[in-house]
């Protein structure tokens, strides 16, 4: 009997997949009883595990560079997938004819041309200090005063807030938390008192290798375009022009972040360590260029394809079927 179905539109997103393949019989096998790896073979014409678990190792191999969206990983399992779809005859429904659905994403982050010195004295990028991106490009760090703030998230060890206002603040790093895991340089910030400062640079550097260095500038996962014109979190019913002056100037020109060395943290309060150093030190003057870039990224899509339904009257409807 012929059935009568809708048209199924098939979503298919290759940002981060996780895949457990079935039992395989090649003889080293991991905890979870798979092998570590499948020999390639063409399709049988049933629907077979077999069939399934050489395409999920090859979709999760390492060539593959963990698809993630907004890098060249992303490319690689979405041709991947636009390929099988061709091979069963499976009509794209992407943009201008393809399998793709490109998304809005946007890579940001600070180039190589950035510049810090410190009294004149230049430091050198990812050696001595890096920048870390955020949605938009920092208010400009032109002839600004040092000040050691204090520690991170601790406001009984730190500078007042008028004393941070329109300042270059430098902070160690909070106490690890209970367990004595170190806090990891990626988490969100801590509270404080320095939110009227023009840049916070915490000393933290020194545990990271240049790969995580490099990582704190250019994150992992692309963040997606937005137009940065939408209205933000409601504030107060009343707020003076002055007070709401100020919030627009922030939003469009926010603080800078930065990572330190302690070798460079020292330098900017002419070589003495801050690790024994009082809040409310003061240091150098600090000049600084923060190239900042916000480019569109080419390796953002999801496949989209159709299975044409049966039945003329619904025919024109879809039911969408996604997978991750």
Request: glycine residues 10%.
């Amino acid at each position: 009997m012929k059935s009568s179905t809708p048209g199924v539109l098939v979503i298919l997103s290759a940002v981060v997949v996780s895949t457990a393949p079935a039992q395989g019989n090649a003889p080293a096998l991991n905890a979870y009883g798979n092998p570590q790896r499948v020999k390639p073979a063409p399709t049988t014409a049933a629907i077979t595990v077999r069939d399934l678990q050489i395409r999920l190792y090859q979709f999760a191999d390492d060539s593959m560079q963990g698809r993630q969206v907004g890098r060249v990983g992303n490319m690689k399992g979405t041709d991947f997938i636009a390929a099988e779809l061709k091979r069963m005859g499976i009509a794209p429904a992407g943009n201008n004819g393809s399998y793709f659905q490109v998304l809005p994403y946007h890579l940001r982050h600070f180039t190589d041309q950035s510049r810090l010195t410190i009294n004149g004295s230049p430091l050198s990028w990812q050696k001595d200090w890096v920048a870390v991106p955020g949605a938009r490009a920092p208010r400009p760090i032109s002839g600004v005063e040092v000040i050691f703030g204090g520690i991170a998230g601790d406001t009984t060890r730190q500078v007042t807030a008028a004393q941070a206002a329109g300042k270059f603040v430098v902070q160690l790093p909070g106490a690890p938390p209970a367990g004595g895991a170190a806090r990891s340089p990626f988490a969100p910030p801590l509270p404080t008192r320095f939110g009227g400062a023009v840049a916070v640079a915490t000393v933290d550097l020194d545990a990271l290798t240049p790969a995580q260095r490099a990582a704190i500038n250019i994150p992992t996962v692309a963040t997606q375009s937005t137009t940065g014109r939408g209205r933000g979190p409601q504030g107060p019913a009343t707020v003076d022009s002055l007070t709401l002056l100020k919030q627009l100037v922030d939003q469009l020109a926010p603080q800078a972040t930065l990572r330190l060395t302690k070798a460079a943290a020292a330098q900017l309060f002419g070589g003495q360590p801050v690790e024994s150093m009082a809040a409310g030190t003061a240091g150098g003057t600090v000049n600084a260029s923060l190239d900042f870039v916000e480019l569109p990224s080419q390796f953002a899509r999801n496949v989209v394809a159709i299975i044409p339904g049966s039945d003329p009257v619904l025919r024109h409807q879809y039911v969408a079927i996604g997978a991750h």
